[in-house]
C-alpha cells in the first residue's frame, strides 16, 4: 500500500530535550515536506526536499531542522524544543513536478 | 498576511443539498489550485484540483470553479452525503510544480446535518 508514515503519533516532551520524528514514504517521491498545523492557522510548510541531500526552508522552519540522506526517509529534528513547537505535524511527499502531495497520518507533538 | 483565505471556519448543510466552499488568494503568482480533505486524526487527503488555464474542474460529486479576475475559487459538491463531513482545506501553489510547498488556507469545518 501506497503511504507516508510519521512516528510517533503523540509525543510529550519537556523544553530542551532533543527529539526526532521520522517520516518515510514508499512511492519512490523525489519531494518531502514537513507542515505544522495549529489552530486557526491552517498548514504552514516548515522544509522542504526535492532531493536526496536537498533541502529548503519553508515558511516557518526557525527552531527545526531536516536531513534527507535517503530518499524514503525526512526526518524532522528539534533540537531544543520549546512551548511554542506545541502542534501537530504532517509529513507529505509528491513526484517533483506535481501538485498534488500525499500526507502522513501527523504527529500531535506537546511541548511542556 | 494570509495568502490563502478561507472565510467560514464551519458550514452546516443538510444531507442531499449542495455544499458551496469558497476560498480567496491574494498572490497572483499563484497558477494551480487544490482541495483536501480532513478527517479528525487523519492526514490530508487530495480531493481535487484545478490549473490556472481553466475555470472548471469536475470529478463525480465535486466541482471546482476558478475565477481568476476575482482571485476566488469554490468547492460545490452535490449531493452532499454524511461522510463528506470533514474540514475541507483549499491550498495554492506557484509555478513550477510546486517546489517549494503549497499555501494552505485555515480550513472549513463541513458538517452534514441527516
Known amino acids: 500500500e501506497a503511504q507516508v508514515t510519521q512516528n510517533p503519533r503523540y509525543l510529550i516532551t519537556v523544553t530542551g530535550k532533543k527529539l526526532t520524528v521520522t517520516c518515510s514514504q514508499n512511492m519512490n517521491h523525489e519531494y518531502m515536506s514537513w507542515y505544522r498545523q495549529d489552530p486557526g492557522l491552517g498548514l504552514r510548510q516548515i522544509y522542504y526536499s526535492m532531493n536526496v541531500e536537498v533541502t529548503d526552508k519553508g515558511d516557518v522552519p526557525e527552531g527545526y531542522k531536516v536531513s534527507r540522506k535517503e530518499k524514503r526517509n525526512f526526518p524532522l529534528i528539534l533540537e531544543s524544543p520549546s512551548p511554542n513547537q506545541t502542534s501537530l505535524y504532517f509529513c507529505?511527499?509528491?513526484?517533483?513536478?506535481?501538485?498534488?502531495?500525499?500526507f502522513g497520518p501527523g504527529t500531535r507533538l506537546t511541548v511542556t | 498576511d494570509q495568502q490563502v483565505k478561507q472565510n467560514s471556519p464551519s458550514l452546516s448543510v443538510q444531507e442531499g443539498r449542495i455544499s458551496i466552499l469558497n476560498c480567496d488568494y491574494t498572490?497572483?503568482?499563484?497558477?494551480?489550485f487544490l482541495w483536501y480533505k480532513k478527517y479528525p486524526a487523519e492526514g490530508p487527503t487530495f480531493l481535487i484540483s484545478i490549473s490556472s488555464i481553466k475555470d472548471k474542474n469536475e470529478d463525480g460529486r465535486f466541482t471546482v470553479f476558478l475565477n481568476k479576475s476575482a482571485k476566488h475559487l469554490s468547492l460545490h459538491i452535490v449531493p452532499s452525503q454524511p461522510g463528506d463531513s470533514a474540514v475541507y482545506f483549499c491550498a495554492a501553489s506557484r509555478a513550477g510544480g510546486g517546489a517549494d510547498g503549497l499555501t494552505f488556507g485555515k480550513g472549513t469545518h463541513l458538517i452534514i446535518q441527516p
Open positions: 498572490n497572483s503568482m499563484f497558477d494551480y
Open positions: 507529505a511527499s509528491s513526484v517533483l513536478g506535481s501538485y498534488e502531495q500525499y
